[in-house]
């Protein structure tokens, strides 16, 4: 069918949620957190946050431990990261199923809309969308998550001990932790680890999914203007996870912003650390771009060559005829209106030069250093100027 837009049975089969029907949705809207239609994202956002952290402030509020002045030195309004994690990270953790649901039920379709994976390689295709949807309806790989939920909490509280302080109490050699602070271990930072780590199963389903499909014969075309051979339009799957790297970077820069302000440690001490941050989650995100490499490389290679010999014989026949005044004997490549003049063929060799190896851009770096450096410029600003900051970034940008 080549470019033409596949059938609507076709794209109903393609069509490959990451969220909808795993385990995780099925549980949920089993006890009502999901509606029949639809996906709950709102509600569901504003109740765990709501059960993760009300508790929380109301027990410390009573026992006169949230705000200052109270029997701790450190009351659980300067603990940034316990607010963020429940009122931040774990609602952009929910919403972000949204953003991966309209991301990626059109990306496979894709491949056949533009021509990308043939007629002959679409039954090999719909075999590889099933059996991402079994991994992705699979119970086994949540239980394992489970398991090691499970086994992480259970060997003590883990995390930060530090940011249970204002919860603690009794003999301060052996103190033990009040209800806020057991609510925060055993419910808060549980329900934040198994979305993080529910996000991390679905990194897993892209990354096997894209490395299922650049296995296919792909029409990668050389020329494409996209640089990369047809394939650009994954440069948008990385924002996809653009909440979840805004959660996690949320979550790390609130434990740092209480060491600034309370603890008198400098941001400079921290850059490395926020570094360290930003190119984890670029190499763990784009990831799944890069399996395209070992296609386009290749492709890359043979087109140049296949390009130069045919630029260079049109070049040859242009010389001799209008250089060297010599009759040639065109066989259609002087006249194919395909390539045109000798600077339309340069144009075609340039454009093969200019392919990338693999389908990431500003684009797809964007969606996850973005959402990244977000929280991290906010503890950067404690000390540094904002306007020294941000004139920082730019000319170092530029």
Same mark, same amino acid.
């Given at each position: 069918?080549?470019?033409?837009?596949?059938?609507?049975?076709?794209?109903?089969?393609?069509?490959?949620?990451?969220?909808?029907?795993?385990?995780?949705?099925?549980?949920?809207?089993?006890?009502?957190?999901?509606?029949?239609?639809?996906?709950?994202?709102?509600?569901?956002?504003?109740?765990?946050?709501?059960?993760?952290?009300?508790?929380?402030?109301?027990?410390?509020?009573?026992?006169?431990?949230?705000?200052?002045?109270?029997?701790?030195?450190?009351?659980?309004?300067?603990?940034?990261?316990?607010?963020?994690?429940?009122?931040?990270?774990?609602?952009?953790?929910?919403?972000?199923?949204?953003?991966?649901?309209?991301?990626?039920?059109?990306?496979?379709?894709?491949?056949?809309?533009?021509?990308?994976?043939?007629?002959?390689?679409?039954?090999?295709?719909?075999?590889?969308?099933?059996?991402? &949807?079994? *991994?992705?309806? =699979?119970? +086994?790989?949540?239980? /394992?998550?489970?398991? $090691? !939920?499970? @086994?992480?909490? #259970?060997?003590?509280?883990?995390?930060?001990?530090?940011?249970?302080?204002?919860?603690?109490?009794?003999?301060?050699?052996?103190?033990?932790?009040?209800?806020?602070?057991?609510?925060?271990?055993?419910?808060?930072?549980?329900?934040? &680890?198994? *979305?993080?780590? =529910?996000? +991390?199963?679905?990194? /897993?389903?892209?990354? $096997? !999914?894209? @490395?299922?499909? #650049?296995?296919?014969?792909?029409?990668?075309?050389?020329?494409?203007?996209?640089?990369?051979?047809?394939?650009?339009?994954?440069?948008?799957?990385?924002?996809?996870?653009?909440?979840?790297?805004?959660?996690?970077?949320?979550?790390?820069?609130?434990?740092?912003?209480?060491?600034?302000?309370?603890?008198?440690?400098?941001?400079?001490?921290?850059?490395?650390?926020?570094?360290?941050?930003?190119?984890?989650?670029?190499?763990?995100?784009?990831?799944?771009?890069?399996?395209?490499?070992?296609?386009?490389?290749?492709?890359?290679?043979?087109?140049?060559?296949?390009?130069?010999?045919?630029?260079?014989?049109?070049?040859?026949?242009?010389?001799?005829?209008?250089?060297?005044?010599?009759?040639?004997?065109?066989?259609?490549?002087?006249?194919?209106?395909?390539?045109?003049?000798?600077?339309?063929?340069?144009?075609?060799?340039?454009?093969?030069?200019?392919?990338?190896?693999?389908?990431?851009?500003?684009?797809?770096?964007?969606?996850?250093?973005?959402?990244?450096?977000?929280?991290?410029?906010?503890?950067?600003?404690?000390?540094?100027?904002?306007?020294?900051?941000?004139?920082?970034?730019?000319?170092?940008?530029?």
């Amino acid at each position: 069918m080549g470019l033409q837009s596949a059938p609507a049975t076709d794209r109903s089969e393609l069509a490959v949620s990451l969220v909808r029907d795993d385990l995780l949705f099925r549980a949920e809207r089993a006890v009502g957190l999901i509606p029949a239609a639809g996906a709950g994202i709102g509600r569901r956002a504003a109740l765990f946050a709501a059960v993760t952290w009300v508790p929380i402030a109301v027990w410390a509020a009573f026992a006169h431990r949230a705000l200052p002045g109270g029997p701790v030195a450190e009351p659980l309004l300067e603990h940034f990261g316990v607010h963020v994690r429940c009122l931040v990270a774990i609602p952009l953790l929910v919403i972000g199923e949204a953003m991966a649901q309209a991301q990626t039920l059109s990306l496979v379709p894709y491949f056949v809309r533009s021509g990308l994976v043939t007629e002959a390689d679409r039954p090999r295709l719909r075999e590889v969308v099933q059996g991402i &949807v079994r *991994l992705r309806n =699979a119970t +086994l790989p949540w239980v /394992v998550m489970g398991g $090691l !939920l499970i @086994a992480w909490f #259970a060997i003590g509280p883990p995390g930060n001990a530090h940011e249970l302080l204002w919860a603690e109490e009794g003999d301060p050699a052996a103190p033990r932790f009040g209800f806020g602070g057991w609510w925060l271990v055993v419910v808060a930072r549980p329900v934040f &680890v198994a *979305l993080l780590l =529910a996000w +991390l199963w679905r990194l /897993v389903l892209v990354t $096997l !999914l894209l @490395a299922r499909i #650049a296995r296919l014969d792909l029409a990668i075309v050389p020329t494409h203007p996209d640089r990369a051979g047809g394939l650009g339009f994954l440069e948008h799957l990385p924002s996809a996870f653009s909440l979840v790297v805004l959660a996690i970077s949320a979550v790390a820069a609130s434990q740092w912003a209480h060491q600034v302000v309370y603890h008198g440690v400098a941001v400079q001490s921290l850059f490395a650390s926020m570094a360290a941050l930003v190119a984890i989650s670029l190499v763990l995100f784009l990831a799944p771009l890069l399996l395209f490499a070992r296609t386009l490389g290749p492709v890359k290679r043979r087109a140049l060559l296949d390009y130069g010999a045919l630029v260079g014989e049109h070049g040859r026949r242009v010389r001799r005829r209008w250089i060297l005044g010599e009759p040639v004997d065109d066989d259609g490549r002087l006249s194919a209106p395909e390539l045109g003049p000798v600077a339309d063929t340069l144009a075609l060799y340039e454009a093969v030069q200019r392919m990338r190896l693999a389908p990431v851009g500003r684009v797809a770096a964007a969606a996850i250093v973005v959402p990244a450096a977000i929280p991290l410029l906010v503890v950067l600003a404690l000390q540094i100027p904002l306007k020294s900051l941000l004139l920082g970034l730019l000319k170092t940008i530029a």
